[in-house]
């Protein structure tokens, strides 16, 4: 199914390109789709789609907003496999929608992207387009600061990027973001990113992924040209790490990093990275890097309350144009509670819903269409009370040893797998949780974490129970 490509080859059919050519890299990739999707899904988000291909960009363009948030939450692996597979391309795949690129006021500058009406093929951009420049930097323009709702589970670390691009602070090299999964951690760097394009365009910004670092340093080394990667990231003025956590255990990318970041702050370069856990937490990683994170501002966000929850529902809606009664909003922003990601999910859900479907939207109807999304909102309702309990019955200790200052083998190995369970399965920071086992340190629930992940790996029946605890937890 493959078919190679040249760099001119693919360069210019980014421009050239007709959606029914199945010769095309968008005609491979399509006909690779519908092979995985079926003809009716690919015909109803992916019809009239294009393939935009530059150097370190690749982008497919969809008809709407709705589409492009539909394809992002349910078809985005598809897609990167259909793309690695037929053009062996294994640059991530962004997003755009047709809107977006038609309306410049849905962005402060001309979007980057032209489609012409009578042949629908996607021009070059400009090169003096700010949109064109926030691209090339590894950006994406959706992501930006218009769209982003603050709360108070983020307002710090939203003030924090406002200080970034307004020059007011220079202490806060490095930033270090943490939190969850799917709590807006890289929206709120890659509108920083775009900020600091927009007050100035000659500002040289770089966005990329750990996995990425690690890829292009991995490349770099196979093809001798380390002197070109090391140019390429260290002469940047804001560099922006995504997920730095998946440098652990790479000792080599970790070391090429560690003289980046000195080099970028020795210049006076502004660093900027997310994790989704504090510095001293990830395991396997240099100490070195983790004492130079925490000379600098770290911020977390938490879990956002009801009230944002909405706000950022009817900012989607209004993005997408599309009408959703009001309780359907309030159900979805009552009921997801866990992850941004899986509440604009589960919107997406309900105004295609109201797009496609006659009847209209119902509580009913809706708890139907949400049934695994609060399926899993319910398993995952687990607290430290809980785990308690629950790992207290397993050793048989009684549920008091939990807290108190005894130290036998039998109970200090419960106490520990349950600060651990309690950090692998709720929110709770490491002082909450010391905090509920006794008023003991952070440093004393670290040290149980590492000790009960040591034992997965070396003690067959540690695993089993902490396996067991877990799905019994998840009940």
Same mark, same amino acid.
């Not at 589970?153 to 990027?161: E, L, R, S």
């Not at 990113?193 to 996995?211: D, F, M, P, W």
């Given at each position: ?17 007709? !959606? ?18 079926? &003809? ?66 849905? %962005? ?11 042949? !629908? ?9 700010? %949109? ?6 590894? /950006? ?6 218009? !769209? ?66 690690? &890829? ?5 080394? +196979? ?21 730095? @956590? ?26 900027? /990275?997310?994790?989704? +856990?504090?510095? !001293? ?8 890097? %983790? ?24 900012? *989607?809606?209004?993005? *997408? ?54 399926? @899993? ?24 040893? *939990?807290?108190? +200052?005894?130290?036998?083998? &039998?109970?200090? +190995? ?21 905090? &509920? ?24 029946? *540690?695993?089993?129970?902490? @396996?067991? /605890?877990?799905?019994?937890? /998840?009940?």
């Amino acid at each position: 199914m493959r078919k190679s490509f040249s760099p001119a080859e693919l360069h210019q059919s980014s421009h050239t390109e007709q !959606n029914n050519d199945n010769s095309s890299p968008w005609g491979l990739v399509a006909k690779y789709l519908q092979g995985e999707l079926g &003809n009716e899904t690919f015909e109803r988000w992916f019809k009239g789609a294009e393939l935009i291909l530059n150097e370190d960009l690749c982008e497919v363009v969809l008809e709407s907003d709705t589409h492009l948030l539909w394809v992002e939450t349910n078809f985005s692996f598809e897609l990167q496999k259909a793309v690695s597979a037929t053009l062996d391309i294994h640059t991530p795949v962004s997003l755009s929608h047709r809107t977006l690129i038609e309306n410049p006021s849905r %962005s402060k500058e001309s979007s980057s992207l032209v489609v012409s009406k009578e042949s !629908n093929v996607a021009e070059a951009p400009l090169e003096k387009d700010v %949109s064109a420049i926030i691209k090339r930097s590894g /950006l994406n323009p959706i992501k930006s600061f218009d !769209n982003y709702v603050v709360g108070t589970n983020n307002q710090f670390a939203h003030a924090a990027c406002h200080a970034i691009v307004s020059g007011s602070n220079r202490g806060y090299n490095p930033l270090f973001v943490h939190c969850p999964p799917g709590l807006g951690k890289t929206h709120l760097v890659q509108a920083l990113g775009q900020e600091i394009l927009r007050a100035n365009s000659k500002k040289k910004v770089c966005y990329l992924t750990g996995e990425k670092f690690t &890829n292009k340093y991995i490349e770099a080394v +196979r093809k001798g040209t380390t002197d070109t990667f090391r140019k390429r990231y260290r002469k940047v003025d804001v560099l922006i790490l995504d997920d730095i @956590q998946f440098l652990a255990g790479k000792g080599k990318s970790q070391e090429e990093f560690f003289h980046t970041f000195n080099t970028l702050l020795e210049t006076q370069g502004q660093v900027v /990275l997310t994790s989704d +856990r504090p510095a !001293n937490e990830i395991q396997t990683f240099d100490s070195r890097l %983790s004492s130079r994170f925490e000379a600098g501002l770290t911020v977390s966000l938490a879990q956002p309350d009801f009230e944002t929850r909405a706000a950022i529902l009817q900012c *989607m809606l209004k993005e *997408m144009n599309v009408k959703v009664p009001n309780e359907a909003v309030h159900f979805i922003a009552e009921k997801v509670k866990t992850n941004v990601r899986r509440l604009e999910g589960a919107l997406v859900r309900a105004a295609t819903h109201c797009s496609l479907a006659p009847d209209a939207l119902t509580i009913p109807t809706l708890e139907g269409i949400l049934a695994d999304i609060l399926r @899993q909102e319910n398993t995952q309702r687990v607290t430290i009370d809980r785990i308690q309990k629950e790992v207290a019955e397993h050793f048989d200790i009684r549920l008091a040893d *939990m807290t108190s +200052r005894k130290r036998p083998a &039998n109970i200090a +190995r419960a106490r520990q797998i349950a600060m651990y369970l309690s950090r692998e399965m709720t929110p709770n920071s490491l002082v909450d949780i010391g905090e &509920n086992f006794g008023g003991r340190d952070h440093g004393t629930v670290i040290h149980a974490c590492k000790k009960v992940q040591g034992g997965l790996i070396t003690d067959d029946y *540690m695993k089993g129970e902490v @396996q067991f /605890l877990k799905t019994k937890l /998840l009940r």
